[in-house]
C-alpha cells in the first residue's frame, strides 16, 4: 500500500501576519525618511526646532554657564538641559500640532484612510522621525554649549539624559497631535506658537521659577514641560529622589492628551463618513 507522504512545511501557506509584517515595516521606514526630509527641508521649522534654542542658549545661558548655585552646581548644564527641553516642546508642537492640522485638512489623512496602510504606521512613523529629529536638535545644542561654553556632561550621563528627554517627550507629543485634531491649520500655528513659548516660562526653562511670579510658580506644576524639566535638571545634577513623581505626573498627561487626540481623531472620521 502506498504511504501518503505529509506535506512539506514549504508547501504550507505563510501566515498573514508574516506577509503583512514586510511591508508594513517597508512602509514604516519610508515614511519616515519622508518625515525627516519634510522636516529637513522647511527652514522655518529647522530654525524654529534646533536654531532657536541654540540662539537662546548664545543669548541667555553663555554669559553665566560658568557660574554656580548655592549648592555648589555648575549652572552650564542645567540652562543647557532647560534649554533642550524647550526644543523637544518647540518640535512637538510644529511637528503634530500645526503639521497634522494642515495634514488633516489638506487631504493627506484622508487619502490614508482610503489605502491599505493602517493608521497606526503613520503616527508611528512621525513619532519615529520626531524622536531623531529630536536626538539631533539636542546633540546640535550640546556641541554649540560644549564648544561655546565649555559645557561639559559626562558620556554615561548624557546617554541616560538623552533617553530620559526623548521618553519625556512622548506627552507633549500627545499635546500636539489633540492640538492638530482640533484646531484648525491657522489656529493650530498660532497656537503652537503660544504654548511653546508660554509653557517655556511657566515650567521654569526659560527663567528659573523662584524669580517667576507667585502664581506661576502655583500653575507650574501642572504643566508637562515642568515636569520634563525637572527630569533632566535633576539628571546631569545627580539628584533623582523625587524623579518617580514626575514620571508619573508626565504618565498621566500622555493619558489624557492621548485620550483627547483620540477623540479628535474619531470626530474627525466621524465628520467625512
Known amino acids: 500500500m502506498n504511504q501518503l507522504t505529509p506535506p512539506l512545511l514549504t508547501d504550507l501557506p505563510a501566515p498573514l501576519t508574516a506577509a503583512r509584517r514586510a511591508p508594513r515595516l517597508r512602509a514604516l521606514g519610508?515614511?519616515?525618511?519622508?518625515?525627516?526630509?519634510?522636516?529637513?527641508?522647511?527652514?522655518m521649522f529647522a530654525v524654529g526646532t534646533i536654531g532657536f534654542p541654540v540662539m537662546f542658549f548664545a543669548l541667555f545661558g553663555l554669559s553665566a554657564v560658568n557660574e554656580t548655585t548655592e549648592q555648589g552646581l555648575?549652572?552650564?548644564?542645567?540652562?543647557?538641559?532647560?534649554f533642550g527641553a524647550y526644543s523637544l516642546l518647540s518640535l512637538a508642537m510644529f511637528s503634530f500640532g500645526s503639521a497634522v492640522a494642515l495634514e488633516r485638512t489638506g487631504g493627506w489623512l484622508r487619502l490614508l484612510r482610503a489605502s491599505p496602510l493602517p493608521a497606526g504606521v503613520y503616527f508611528a512613523a512621525k513619532v519615529g522621525a520626531a524622536l531623531l529629529f529630536s536626538a539631533l536638535s539636542l546633540g546640535v545644542?550640546?556641541?554649540?554649549?560644549?564648544?561655546?561654553?565649555?559645557?561639559?556632561?559626562?558620556?554615561?550621563?548624557?546617554?541616560?539624559?538623552?533617553a530620559k528627554l526623548l521618553l519625556g517627550m512622548v506627552p507633549l507629543i500627545?499635546?500636539?497631535?489633540?492640538?492638530?485634531?482640533?484646531?484648525?491649520?491657522?489656529?493650530?500655528?498660532?497656537?503652537?506658537?503660544?504654548?511653546?513659548?508660554?509653557?517655556?516660562?511657566?515650567?521654569?526653562?526659560?527663567?528659573?521659577?523662584?524669580?517667576?511670579?507667585?502664581?506661576?510658580?502655583?500653575?507650574?506644576?501642572y504643566l508637562p514641560a515642568y515636569h520634563l524639566g525637572a527630569v533632566a535638571r535633576g539628571t546631569v545634577a545627580g539628584q533623582t529622589a523625587g524623579e518617580a513623581g514626575h514620571w508619573l505626573a508626565l504618565l498621566g498627561f500622555a493619558i489624557l492628551f492621548g485620550a483627547l487626540a483620540a477623540w479628535g481623531l474619531k470626530r474627525d472620521e466621524s465628520r467625512e463618513g
Open 30 to 43: 519610508g515614511l519616515v525618511l519622508a518625515e525627516l526630509r519634510r522636516m529637513l527641508r522647511n527652514p
Open 74 to 82: 555648575k549652572v552650564g548644564p542645567l540652562i543647557l538641559v532647560n
Open 141 to 162: 545644542l550640546y556641541t554649540f554649549a560644549h564648544v561655546a561654553g565649555g559645557v561639559t556632561i559626562p558620556a554615561g550621563t548624557a546617554l541616560l539624559l538623552l
Open 174 to 221: 500627545a499635546l500636539g497631535l489633540s492640538i492638530g485634531f482640533l484646531v484648525t491649520p491657522t489656529g493650530a500655528q498660532i497656537t503652537a506658537n503660544l504654548v511653546s513659548v508660554l509653557m517655556s516660562f511657566a515650567s521654569g526653562l526659560f527663567t528659573p521659577l523662584d524669580q517667576m511670579p507667585a502664581f506661576v510658580q502655583k500653575v507650574a506644576p
